[in-house]
């Protein structure tokens, strides 16, 4: 079973920046993508941005611009970088790998949260 393990959230004002971290250990040979989803109050949780084992990446169009995710292969690390921050932006942040047996990602870190004051 994947676990993963995030860090780096907090509070910030609006124009600022924050990283985000994330370890995946255990069983990683299952796992062919990692990204970065965000949950709001009452809202639903949505894909941030995602990296493949390939390497390629993608960002939602709320964040295109402003966030970076990048990885460090070899110690199955994941960052997102994220730069001018709004208050919008405030979210619970979750960590999470898919699984290359469903495409599926069915593994999530216990979530940072990010609040950016206005």
């Known amino acids: 079973q994947v676990q993963l393990v995030e860090s780096g959230g907090g509070l910030v004002q609006a124009g600022g920046s924050l990283r985000l971290s994330c370890v995946a250990t255990d069983s990683i040979f299952t796992i062919n993508a990692m990204g970065w989803y965000h949950q709001a109050p009452g809202k639903q949780r949505v894909m941030v941005a995602q990296?493949?084992?390939?390497?390629?990446?993608s960002e939602s169009d709320s964040v295109k611009g402003r966030f970076t995710l990048s990885r460090d292969h070899a110690n199955n690390m994941v960052y997102l970088q994220m730069n001018s921050l709004k208050p919008e932006d405030t979210a619970v942040y979750y960590c999470?790998?898919?699984?290359?047996?469903?495409?599926?990602?069915?593994?999530w870190g216990q979530g940072t949260q990010v609040t950016v004051s206005s």
């Open positions: 999470a790998a898919r699984d290359i047996r469903t495409s599926e990602y069915n593994y």
């Open positions: 990296i493949t084992s390939g390497g390629s990446t």
